[in-house]
């Protein structure tokens, strides 16, 4: 943990501030090293368990070269920067014609609470929102699970909110309402 604490970063701008302000909502922790402060690069660890081993907590980054990755979901860290389609390139072949190259880049973001707010962005539609159905524990629910703990909690509340009272007189049942 640094030493340091990133926290003083988090005050007296705005943006800075409410970045902050959504990593305590969802629980998101600032896990940045000296050495990863001294180099501008940013490390948090969400409340949710890796699917890859279901040990560890999910890690992301934010890099002073613009990128933002996942650090420890696979089996190396991965850009979770928009793709972007480069500039085609051309290259002269010894027959005397062109071959066409393109390639897919990511697309950097330079300033640092840019990185930051994309990087809160990011998390909440893949992380909170996608996995959903996950408990703060990180055990995973499947959707066909839950949907059947949704109906029987739905049947509870009817019961208790429109409780069937019936009584029996001389073998006839007879609703109370």
């Known amino acids: 943990m640094c030493k340091q604490n990133n926290k003083w970063k988090y005050q007296g701008d705005s943006r800075y501030e409410k970045v902050y302000e959504k990593?305590?909502?969802l629980g998101i922790q600032d896990i940045t090293?000296?050495?990863?402060?001294k180099n501008g690069t940013v490390v948090w660890?969400?409340?949710i368990?890796?699917?890859?081993?279901?040990?560890?907590?999910?890690?992301?980054?934010?890099?002073?070269?613009?990128?933002?990755?996942?650090?420890?979901?696979?089996y190396s860290n991965y850009q979770l920067n928009k793709r972007c389609q480069s500039e085609p390139e051309y290259f002269k072949l010894?027959?005397?014609?062109?071959?066409?190259?393109e390639t897919r880049g990511c697309k950097l973001i330079p300033i640092e609470i840019d990185r930051l707010?994309?990087?809160?962005?990011?998390?909440?539609?893949?992380?909170?929102?996608?996995?959903?159905n996950e408990v703060v524990n990180g055990e995973y629910i499947p959707k066909w699970k839950y949907e059947s703990y949704k109906n029987e909690y739905k049947n509870r509340?009817?019961?208790?909110?429109?409780?069937e009272v019936k009584v029996i007189v001389n073998g006839h049942r007879y609703n109370v309402i």
């Open 117 to 132: 707010e994309y990087l809160i962005s990011y998390c909440l539609k893949n992380y909170y929102i996608k996995r959903a």
């Open 23 to 25: 990593m305590q909502l």
């Open 157 to 163: 509340v009817n019961e208790v909110n429109n409780p």
């Open 45 to 47: 660890k969400l409340p």
């Open 94 to 101: 010894e027959s005397g014609d062109y071959r066409k190259f």
């Open 49 to 74: 368990k890796n699917n890859n081993s279901g040990k560890t907590n999910i890690e992301v980054a934010s890099f002073s070269t613009g990128y933002v990755r996942n650090q420890n979901s696979g």
């Open 33 to 37: 090293t000296d050495r990863q402060h």
